[in-house]
């Protein structure tokens, strides 16, 4: 078992290097998802036990159904400016210091690390073309190739904001960015969170 053990650390610490190198190549979100997926469809095999799971529900049918993955405040949504001369390609959600962020849908995990001015990044792919990523925690506590459920913590926020364009807003709150892509491009992720209580009242 000692064995298994360290072959899985080693072909671990691999990936980790890999994605690395991939995030310094790459010039921006797209050209980064562009190269893990071109990297992912090179060498095919899953971490163990990775490839036999899958999302409990494709991700274009969970549209009403999505958990946001912190407990907080909409105060940025998509398409809105975004406080450095461009638009919000997805949502900023303040949260409290150290709170926990859960897992928004089933997936994979595909890159876990810092990138460029997003900070520590998580991606998770979510099947059907789909990529959720998420950005401006402090700590990441999930492993590349780990296949995530909804609701499982993945990382912890820090105690202020955390990326480059979320200290452009004098936010003092650690600030979640949330970004849904299909097939690279940006999509509102709106339609597919659950009503809060509140929301449903107004309808």
Same mark, same amino acid.
């Given at each position: 078992r000692q064995k298994r053990q360290t072959e899985v650390e080693r072909l671990l610490d691999a990936e980790r290097r890999r994605a690395a190198t991939l995030a310094r190549q790459a010039e921006d979100l797209k050209d980064l998802l562009s190269r893990l997926d071109e990297? $992912?469809?090179a060498s095919p095999q899953a971490p163990s036990g990775a490839a036999t799971l899958g999302p409990a529900i494709a991700f274009? $049918?969970?549209?009403?159904?999505?958990?946001?993955p912190v407990n907080g405040l909409r105060v940025r949504d998509f398409g809105s400016a975004d406080g450095a001369g461009g638009v919000q390609k997805g949502i900023s959600v303040s949260a409290r210091a150290g709170a926990q962020v859960t897992a928004p849908c089933d997936g994979w995990v595909v890159y876990a690390?810092?990138?460029?001015?997003?900070?520590?990044?998580?991606?998770?792919?979510?099947? +059907?073309?789909?990529?959720?990523?998420?950005a401006g925690m402090e700590r990441i506590s999930v492993d590349l190739g780990q296949f995530v459920l909804t609701g499982e913590p993945v990382a912890q926020m +820090?105690?202020?904001p955390r990326t480059a364009a979320i200290v452009?807003?004098?936010s003092i709150q650690p600030i979640l960015y949330i970004e849904f892509r299909k097939d690279g491009t940006p999509v509102d992720p709106g339609p597919w969170w659950t009503k809060t209580d509140s929301e449903k009242v107004r309808g």
């Open positions: 990297a $992912a469809r274009a $049918a969970a549209k009403g159904k999505l958990p946001l690390g810092p990138f460029r001015s997003y900070g520590q990044l998580l991606i998770l792919n979510a099947g +059907g073309g789909y990529h959720v990523l998420l +820090g105690g202020g452009a807003t004098d």
